[in-house]
């Protein structure tokens, strides 16, 4: 490097006013001419030795400050290097917890689903014991009545058969008479017949009645009971993605420092490497 480039412009200055004092001294002095060369020669190559020793020294301080500068541009780049496999690593978790926060909103679905329709079929399930409950019940209470109705009609064939006995036997006495009583007795049994069919379809009715009343009584609280699990539901979901959004505007907000940061850092690069291209 201390050949290829000029030599210095002091030094050329020096050496050309000794080159002319010399002449001068030797058109002067001729006798003290080879004297004052060796002189002149020896002082030259002292001054040479000098300042190819000052050059030395800072050719080496320019190459200990390069090596500096390389140095840090190194630790630099090497920052730069770890930040972007930082980022890259925040990037690869970031989609990975959103995927598992897919996943999870997925099989949150699939249980409130699933949920559902075991609600559904527990419902279900109760509303047909509850059916089968009182349609057992209404039908046992037919059957009472029909057993009391069997037995009474029991009790009135034989009081009949009694009667007719008695009428037979005194048929020559009583014909007009119990004539007369069969035909009331007819008109009892009719009207007693109509008013125990009006009883049972009244009955009928009511049952009817009762089991809708019922069975809308038993849907009303179920959907009820639906309505605030599901208002519970979309409040905690709500507060959940709150949270969320408020973790993402902190991430957002740390990237935008992280990205300011490193901005700064490659001008400050840009602006030392300029320095040190201008200084070279």
Same mark, same amino acid.
């Given at each position: 490097?201390? &050949?290829?480039?000029?030599?210095?412009?002091?030094?050329?200055?020096?050496?050309?006013?000794?080159?002319?004092?010399? =002449? =001068?001294? @030797?058109?002067?002095?001729?006798?003290?001419?080879?004297?004052?060369?060796?002189?002149?020669? @020896? @002082? !030259?190559?002292?001054?040479?030795?000098?300042?190819?020793?000052?050059?030395?020294?800072?050719?080496? @301080?320019?190459?200990? !400050? !390069?090596?500096?500068?390389?140095?840090?541009?190194?630790?630099?780049?090497? =920052?730069? /290097?770890?930040?972007?496999?930082? $980022?890259?690593?925040?990037?690869?978790?970031?989609? *990975?917890?959103?995927?598992? $926060?897919?996943?999870? #909103?997925?099989?949150? *679905?699939?249980?409130? *689903?699933?949920?559902?329709?075991?609600?559904?079929?527990?419902?279900?399930?109760?509303?047909?014991?509850?059916?089968?409950?009182?349609?057992?019940?209404?039908?046992?209470?037919?059957? /009472?009545?029909?057993?009391?109705?069997?037995? #009474?009609?029991?009790?009135?064939?034989?009081?009949?058969?009694? +009667?007719?006995?008695?009428?037979?036997?005194?048929?020559?006495?009583?014909?007009? /008479?119990?004539?007369?009583?069969?035909?009331?007795?007819?008109?009892?049994? %009719?009207?007693?017949?109509?008013?125990?069919?009006?009883?049972?379809?009244?009955? +009928?009715?009511?049952?009817?009645? *009762?089991?809708?009343?019922?069975?809308?009584?038993?849907?009303?609280?179920? &959907?009820?009971?639906?309505? $605030?699990?599901?208002? $519970?539901?979309?409040?905690?979901?709500?507060?959940? #993605?709150?949270?969320?959004?408020? +973790?993402?505007?902190?991430?957002?907000?740390?990237?935008?420092?992280?990205?300011?940061?490193?901005?700064?850092?490659?001008?400050?690069? %840009?602006? %030392?490497?300029?320095?040190?291209?201008?200084?070279?």
């Amino acid at each position: 490097l201390s &050949l290829s480039q000029p030599r210095p412009k002091l030094l050329v200055a020096m050496e050309r006013r000794a080159e002319e004092n010399r =002449k =001068k001294r @030797e058109e002067r002095v001729e006798r003290r001419r080879q004297l004052a060369l060796a002189k002149k020669e @020896e @002082e !030259r190559r002292l001054e040479e030795s000098k300042a190819h020793e000052v050059e030395l020294k800072r050719q080496q @301080e320019l190459e200990a !400050r !390069r090596e500096e500068q390389r140095a840090e541009q190194r630790q630099r780049a090497q =920052k730069l /290097v770890e930040q972007a496999q930082q $980022r890259e690593r925040l990037r690869i978790a970031k989609s *990975f917890w959103e995927l598992n $926060r897919l996943a999870q #909103a997925w099989c949150g *679905f699939q249980d409130l *689903f699933i949920e559902t329709q075991e609600q559904g079929i527990l419902a279900w399930g109760r509303y047909r014991r509850s059916l089968i409950r009182a349609s057992l019940e209404s039908w046992a209470a037919m059957a /009472v009545r029909s057993l009391w109705a069997k037995r #009474a009609a029991c009790v009135a064939r034989a009081r009949q058969a009694e +009667l007719v006995y008695a009428r037979h036997l005194l048929h020559l006495f009583i014909l007009a /008479v119990g004539r007369q009583k069969e035909l009331c007795m007819h008109q009892c049994w %009719d009207a007693k017949w109509h008013l125990a069919t009006c009883r049972a379809q009244c009955r +009928l009715r009511q049952w009817s009645q *009762f089991t809708s009343e019922f069975v809308a009584r038993r849907q009303r609280k179920a &959907l009820q009971q639906y309505c $605030r699990w599901l208002s $519970r539901y979309a409040i905690v979901t709500w507060r959940e #993605a709150a949270k969320q959004v408020s +973790l993402d505007r902190a991430v957002e907000a740390h990237k935008k420092v992280l990205e300011d940061k490193v901005s700064r850092w490659l001008q400050e690069i %840009d602006r %030392d490497s300029s320095i040190a291209w201008s200084a070279g």
